[in-house]
């Protein structure tokens, strides 16, 4: 069945440091790929998304390219801030449904 | 315009007790989901209901789980008896339409803790 895998955390940087957060997939046919948010106390976010091979989603300096020869959509950034402190989750979509990686923290040091 | 609202925001019951999750989509939204997180894992899919129908509720573990969404507005997700390996958070959220192009929209999740 479809599956995500993503690099488990916590994942700790100092402010202005690059990000990469890894996100692999196993699918049949042709899934949208997401990434999600979820600040301290808050819901879950849609940070970004990307609905076929080769494109690139991108938000609030946050970037992911739908990579299907490498069944890839890593999740980057160039400079984080305190404030991109939060549990970071990629998934795809299965009929309607998400299929969810199990979420990575993210803590950024001032 | 309001955004997706469970209640509680927290839950701690006992094993073998009953607790009833509610969740108030953005008005106007058909589509409902339920998912859950269980102990820091992945996020999965419980059901999914269309107005008042359940669309798709393969995801449900059990039947000690039932969800309801009457009238096709509000939802409510209950668990009797509530076991300890049902602890997590169970999100909720609600869609205009079906598809990609149609986002998500998440509430705050409610943490169930069953002791």
């Known amino acids: 069945g479809n599956s995500v895998t993503q690099m488990e955390g916590p994942v700790t940087l100092s402010e202005e440091a690059f990000l990469t957060i890894n996100c692999t997939y196993t699918?049949?046919?042709?899934?949208?790929l997401f990434w999600y948010v979820q600040y301290p106390g808050e819901g879950l976010q849609l940070l970004l998304k990307?609905?076929?091979a080769d494109d690139k989603g991108s938000n609030k300096g946050f970037e992911a390219t739908y990579r299907k020869e490498t069944t890839s959509f890593h999740l980057e950034k160039g400079s984080v801030q305190v404030s991109d402190s939060a549990v970071y989750f990629c998934?795809?979509?299965?009929?309607?449904?998400?299929?969810w990686g199990a979420g990575t923290k993210l803590i950024i040091k001032p | 315009e309001a955004g997706v609202t469970q209640f509680p925001s927290h839950s701690v019951i006992e094993k073998g007790q009953t607790v009833t999750l509610r969740c108030d989509p953005i008005?106007?939204?058909?589509?409902l989901y339920w998912y859950r997180r269980v102990m820091g894992k992945e996020i999965k899919f419980l059901l999914h209901?269309?107005?008042?129908?359940?669309?798709?509720e393969s995801g449900m573990p059990n039947n000690r789980f039932l969800a309801e969404r009457t009238g096709g507005t509000y939802s409510t997700l209950k668990v009797q008896p509530a076991e300890l390996e049902d602890s997590g958070v169970y999100f909720c959220?609600?869609?205009?339409?079906?598809?990609?192009?149609?986002?998500?929209?998440f509430g705050n999740g409610t943490r169930l803790t069953v002791t």
């Open positions: 959220a609600s869609s205009q339409s079906l598809g990609h192009n149609s986002p998500l929209h």
């Open positions: 008005s106007g939204h058909d589509n």
């Open positions: 209901f269309v107005k008042e129908s359940k669309q798709d």
């Open positions: 699918a049949t046919g042709y899934p949208s």
């Open positions: 990307a609905t076929k």
């Open positions: 998934a795809l979509s299965d009929n309607y449904q998400l299929i």
